[in-house]
T-cell receptor, first 117, second 111 residues
Framework: AQTVTQSQPEMSVQEAETVTLSCTYDTSESNYYLFWYKQPPSRQMILVIRQEAYKQQNATENRFSVNFQKAAKSFSLKISDSQLGDTAMYFCAFMKSAVQGAQKLVFGQGTRLTINP | AAGVIQSPRHLIKEKRETATLKCYPIPRHDTVYWYQQGPGQDPQFLISFYEKMQSDKGSIPDRFSAQQFSDYHSELNMSSLELGDSALYFC??????????FGPGTRLLVL
């Protein structure tokens, strides 16, 4: 079974700073996807970024980028120029490749990020 | 862009009652997933459907059942509700079975 671990329950930074959220995972699969989802106080689950394991290039979406280290099974999220609206719970998630049917997301415990003015 | 629609958004039930949660996936999406998120917890997978057939099953109680209809919407039926069923229930949908987009969730409170 796959497991996802987020070792930082809470983090807090000042607006405009850069912050990195850590995530490690355990799997014997060779083909899979990794995601970061954001859950603001409204509790909506919002996709932040996605990484395919077969791609060596790290994914980037505007101010959000990842550092994907496949051998180390590490998948960290970097938020640059942090904004007040980035305040949320961030979940790292793993999903096997859909070789046979739809695959579930396995989530980490989450990191509560607070951006201070 | 159209998103996943869930109804109702809030639901209050008494113990032992029945609840039905509905999910309307993003247009053209063929896969629906259900997750349960308890207070202070990460979402836990319940069940998924691909092309109207059950695809995978997680830690879903026997008191719960679900199906996907011909128009791809899905319903989660919950019977004999217990206090511990109080949670946020998410539906997500995908087209390529790679990226799941979540609905706003249904907040269920069992009294």
């Amino acid at each position: 079974a796959q497991t996802v671990t987020q070792s930082q329950p809470e983090m807090s930074v000042q607006e405009a700073e850069t912050v990195t959220l850590s995530c490690t995972y355990d799997t014997s699969e060779s083909n899979y996807y990794l995601f970061w989802y954001k859950q603001p106080p409204s509790r909506q689950m919002i996709l932040v970024i996605r990484q395919e394991a077969y791609k060596q290039q790290n994914a980037t979406e505007n101010r959000f980028s990842v550092n994907f280290q496949k051998a180390a099974k590490s998948f960290s999220l970097k938020i640059s120029d942090s904004q007040l609206g980035d305040t949320a719970m961030y979940f790292c998630a793993f999903m096997k490749s859909a070789v046979q049917g739809a695959q579930k997301l396995v989530f980490g415990q989450g990191t509560r990020l607070t951006i201070n003015p | 862009a159209a998103g996943v629609i869930q109804s109702p958004r809030h639901l209050i039930k008494e113990k032992r009652e029945t609840a039905t949660l509905k999910c309307y996936p993003i247009p053209r999406h063929d896969t629906v997933y259900w997750y349960q998120q308890g207070p202070g917890q990460d979402p836990q997978f319940l069940i998924s459907f691909y092309e109207k057939m059950q695809s995978d099953k997680g830690s879903i109680p026997d008191r719960f059942s679900a199906q996907q209809f011909s128009d791809y919407h899905s319903e989660l039926n919950m019977s004999s509700l217990e206090l511990g069923d109080s949670a946020l229930y998410f539906c997500a949908s995908s087209l390529d079975q790679q990226t799941q987009y979540f609905g706003p969730g249904t907040r269920l409170l069992v009294l």
